[in-house]
């Protein structure tokens, strides 16, 4: 059994806990566990068929079985919570959730914040800067974070040299956010080059505004706009997107139906999207959507994981998740990559994830995306926040209290 955590780690992470409790969004911690025996998969039959998409390769049963990795620190932070890459280079970009953005160059953290917007940041719980993602052309960058209102803010900021230059935010989105809870935070730009942006369900515990199933508003949702100008608006629908030419719809929304997706990425490979959405009372779960089929309803708040919630019917066409797992395991799922480095052979192909409260980190081979095993990797990253990947597919692991590892091969 895994040891809780405590100290000064927990004190400060109260950011994601909050976000998979109980009922009234105030319960404890569960007991970490080193066990994957209650994890629920999608049920899936045992022949695989090879991927189409050229570069997915899965690896086999066995290699995934034996392969071995390691955290080795690479930075200590302010309170990590993201991270992306910038076209073009190998600088890694972290998120510090009080309100900067700092940068790890040849291996080395730059003392100098990329930008610190800090002083137009509410940080704490749930809020702070919350993510970051650069145009696919590296100019512009792109932030999430709660406003000194306690308000959802998207921005853009223009890159010059290594740096943002702050006087230049150009603001995409901004709301009111009726609670402090589940923000969602996470922005990537999809292989369609355009910009996703995931919001949580507007918190309160059950989602009592209905936001999860409603249309008519960007709580409990995945956006795709592209981020540029144009019409006289901040920013563009693109063509496709499925709610578009609905009466009463956003157009922004791309997926709905979600309670807090906190974490989501594509699959570099396939360009499929992963999702980490956090639970209620008692289920965690990760939906997996393939390449460009948006418009799905992932079932919050009638359905938590693949059960009833609070005696809500089933939505129709209400997709399921592939993973969910319980409080026995954890209380936050932390959503995670698909692996597509070199240096761990064994876990091409397989989806990384992980639990805020247990710390574990479990791997999942999914060829075209059904989960046909998943184990345990024996690491440990107290109150872990995020994951990122690096130029090369390389994965990383973030801890609130401070850590930010390169996951290695052993």
């Avoid at 940041?121 to 970051?132: P, Y």
């Avoid at 709660?146 to 853009?156: A, K, M, V, Y």
């Avoid at 990947?389 to 990383?396: N, S």
Wanted: aromatic residues 8%.
């Amino acid at each position: 059994m895994r040891r809780a955590i405590r100290g000064p780690a927990a004190i400060l992470a109260l950011a994601l806990l909050a976000a998979a409790c109980s009922g009234n969004d105030a319960g404890g911690r569960a007991a970490p566990t080193t066990s994957v025996s209650s994890t629920t998969l999608m049920p899936t039959t045992t022949s695989e068929a090879p991927s189409t998409t050229a570069g997915a390769r899965t690896a086999s049963s066995a290699e995934f079985r034996a392969a071995k990795a390691r955290l080795v620190r690479v930075a200590q932070l302010e309170q990590p919570v993201a991270m992306a890459t910038r076209p073009g280079e190998r600088t890694l970009y972290l998120v510090e959730q009080v309100g900067r953005v700092r940068a790890i160059r040849g291996g080395r953290l730059d003392p100098t914040p990329v930008v610190d917007i800090s002083a137009k940041v509410t940080a704490g719980g749930e809020q702070g800067l919350l993510g970051l993602a650069f145009s696919p052309d590296g100019r512009y960058l792109y932030v999430a974070y709660t406003d000194r209102d306690g308000d959802h803010q998207i921005s853009e900021l223009t890159m010059s040299g290594q740096r943002a230059d702050p006087g230049s935010e150009r603001s995409l989105l901004h709301f009111d956010d009726p609670f402090g809870n589940h923000n969602g935070g996470q922005l990537a730009f999809g292989p369609d080059r355009r910009l996703y942006i995931a919001f949580g369900d507007g918190g309160g515990g059950g989602d009592p505004l209905g936001n999860g199933q409603s249309l008519g508003t960007l709580f409990g949702k995945i956006l795709r706009i592209d981020p540029r100008p144009g019409g006289g608006q901040p920013y563009r629908i693109p063509s496709g997107n499925p709610f578009a030419d609905r009466d009463g719809a956003r157009p922004e929304i791309w997926d709905y139906g979600l309670r807090n997706p906190w974490r989501f990425s594509f699959d570099a490979a396939t360009g499929d999207l992963w999702i980490g959405d956090v639970g209620q009372n008692t289920y965690e779960e990760v939906d997996h959507e393939p390449a460009g089929s948006g418009g799905r309803n992932y079932g919050w708040n009638r359905r938590e994981g693949r059960h009833p919630f609070n005696g809500g019917d089933r939505p129709d066409g209400a997709v399921d998740p592939v993973i969910e797992y319980g409080r026995d395991d954890g209380c936050t799922v932390i959503g995670g990559f698909v692996y597509r480095g070199r240096r761990i052979p064994g876990l091409q192909g397989a989806y990384l994830y992980g639990d805020y409260c247990s710390g574990w980190v479990r791997a999942a081979r999914a060829p075209g995306g059904k989960v046909a095993e998943q184990r345990d990797l024996g690491l440990e990253v107290p109150s872990l926040s995020s994951f990122g990947a690096d130029a090369d597919g390389e994965l990383y692991a973030l801890s609130l209290g401070g850590d930010v590892y390169r996951i290695a091969p052993s």
